[in-house]
């Protein structure tokens, strides 16, 4: 998550140290109350969003991305690129991300005061995946055909029609159609045309349509409730992990995932392949693994809402419920979570989304997602006012979230014994309510301290102050952090390299608005180097010039 530095327009409060400014910001009020009902009477329509975005904003880029829109992505603060290696050589692979990172080494250097900008690389793997055939066109301008609501077709996997689909007649590359029972669905073209199953014969399946809609050559065809494949892994899939593993990305999104045996078997072949320091995020994308998800969330690093494959088999009028129920699991288990929904689609031709777009992004945000997918940067005009748009209506999402009794609830799953590193970290977030921090500074180096305050959602942004690029980018994906690569050389002295790096981390809080004068700073560090994890808590206060004004000191 990277901050999105909005002007303003009124002039700001005067704020003395011992006193806590609340100008009409994010819903304070109703913040603290202690009922929902109330929490909701005293929302107010004119209370200001907060400066910052903390929800991360990942965008999706094709394979001819430029550098140059990768600057503007970093300008307007989208922190993840989602891309993939469909139909790519390796050469045209590595140009690509090549174009990706040499956008924001530019960025990181003419435009963020030369701090490098932490943008993760997500490649998302197609998986095993059902297609219909070719088209029989009669005529040279014939590129569609329609399957009409209430006619009957045939779906068969008889190479003979390969090339040859027909309104009558389509087929499909798999015999997985010969599974099915009467009136199972099939979907062709991402839901567009559903189908239900009449009966099944030798070598064909005789349908009857049920939502009619033009159908083009070679589309996706969808069977709810049968996992694809026999393995994990598709030999196509093995390949672009391989070239993923060798171009250094940061996540890989692994789809069709059904149990904890499935996954063990990608996590071992990336751990062969010497890419374990990749994270490897589940794609929720068919009823089977939204039923298992308990057996395999406690061993992946993350998870990917795939809201439109899922609602082809949970319904259109139940994916608001399995949003809900995968969220609220992931923000138990403390797991990051990617919610991709199509979000803002009608920006791909208008400045204005409409209103249920609106609503709906907002209520993932408020269900608790980390990170909003925004795949319409691919096909947009103007991609950057998308990711601005998005932007705003996050932060208007996460000023109404109850967060005191959010906090609360996690706080109780956090039964004894804990993690000492896990322990310190609930302190810091109760802490931060306590006093209305304007920001949560880390010193980490591994990056699971910054983890452990993310997950107990802080109102404020957490400023992670890191060494390493690969665990600056990994902690992108988490709402609320932002990560921040500190690159100066490292001092003999503990407590001056702590020093140097919380200034670095006030600079950075300043240039962006973060900080002001007077605002009150929670920072976390190692007592010694090498403790472990960071064990020391302070507060200070921000002052005009650059000195640090302690306030207290815990350790």
């Known amino acids: 998550m990277n901050s999105s530095n909005v002007p303003i327009s009124e002039e700001p409060c005067v704020v003395f140290p011992w006193e806590t400014c609340h100008d009409n910001e994010m819903q304070i009020k109703d913040s603290f109350e202690h009922n929902y009902l109330d929490h909701l009477s005293n929302l107010k329509i ?34 993840m690129v989602i891309f993939d290696f469909n139909g790519l050589s390796f050469e045209q692979s590595q140009k690509m991300v090549f174009e990706i990172r040499q956008g924001v080494f530019n960025y990181s250097l003419k435009n963020n005061n030369q701090v490098p900008y932490s943008m993760t690389l997500v490649l998302d793997l197609g998986g095993s995946c059902i297609k ?86 070679e589309k996706t065809v969808h069977i709810p409730k049968i996992p694809i494949g026999s393995i994990a892994l598709s030999k196509l899939d093995e390949e672009k992990i391989r070239t993923g593993i060798q171009l250094k990305v940061d996540v890989i999104l692994v789809p069709g995932v059904r149990n904890s045996v499935f996954f063990d078997h990608v996590r071992k072949f990336v751990d062969r392949e010497r890419g374990g320091e990749i994270s490897l995020f589940s794609k929720i994308d068919n009823t089977v ?182 665990s600056a980018r990994k902690l992108s994906v988490w709402r609320n952090v932002i990560a921040l690569q500190y690159i100066d050389p490292i001092e003999n002295i503990w407590s001056k390299e702590i020093e140097n790096r919380t200034r670095f981390a006030m600079d950075f809080g300043k240039r962006k608005g973060i900080l002001h004068q007077g605002n009150l700073v929670l920072h976390m560090s190692c007592s010694k180097q090498n403790a472990g994890f960071a064990n020391t808590m302070s507060l200070f206060y921000v002052s005009a010039g650059d000195s640090i004004v302690n306030d207290s000191h815990l350790n």
């Open 46 to 79: 004119e209370s200001n969003s907060s400066q910052n975005t903390l929800t991360t904003i990942a965008c999706g880029v094709l394979h001819n991305v430029t550098k140059g829109l990768i600057e503007e992505f970093c300008e307007r603060g989208a922190s």
């Open 132 to 217: 219909t055939g070719s088209l029989f066109l009669t005529t040279p301008i014939q590129r569609l055909i329609e399957l009409s609501t209430n006619a009957h077709v045939y779906v068969t996997n008889d190479v003979e029609y390969k090339f040859k689909c027909t309104e009558d007649r389509i087929y499909v590359n798999s015999d997985m159609i010969f599974r099915l029972k009467t009136n199972d669905r099939i979907y062709l073209d991402y839901g567009k045309i559903e189908l239900a199953v009449i009966r099944v014969d030798e070598d064909e399946v005789y349908c009857v349509i049920k939502r009619g809609e033009f159908l083009g050559s």
């Open 289 to 470: 693994g939204l039923e298992n998800i308990d057996d395999f969330l406690p061993v992946v690093d993350g998870v990917f809402l795939n809201r439109p494959n899922l609602s082809m088999e949970v319904g259109h009028d139940k994916i608001f419920l399995a949003q809900k129920i995968v969220l609220s699991k992931c923000n138990l288990a403390g797991k990051p979570t990617i919610t991709y929904g199509e979000y803002l689609n009608s920006m791909e031709v208008s400045t204005v989304p409409t209103n249920a777009e609106v609503n709906d992004l907002i209520n993932t945000v408020m269900d608790g997602t980390d990170c909003i997918y925004l795949d319409v940067t691919m096909r947009s005009e103007n991609k950057t006012h998308c990711i601005q748009y998005a932007s705003s209506l996050c932060r208007q999402g996460e000023a109404t979230i109850w967060e005191q009794q959010l906090f609360t609830e996690l706080n109780k799953k956090s039964k004894p014994k804990v993690d000492p590193a896990h322990a310190v970290s609930i302190g810091c977030v109760e802490v931060s309510f306590k006093c209305h921090a304007a920001a949560i500074i880390v010193i980490t180096t591994s990056g699971l301290s910054a983890q452990f305050i993310a997950r107990y959602r802080p109102r404020c942004p957490v400023l992670a102050i890191v060494r390493h690029g690969k």
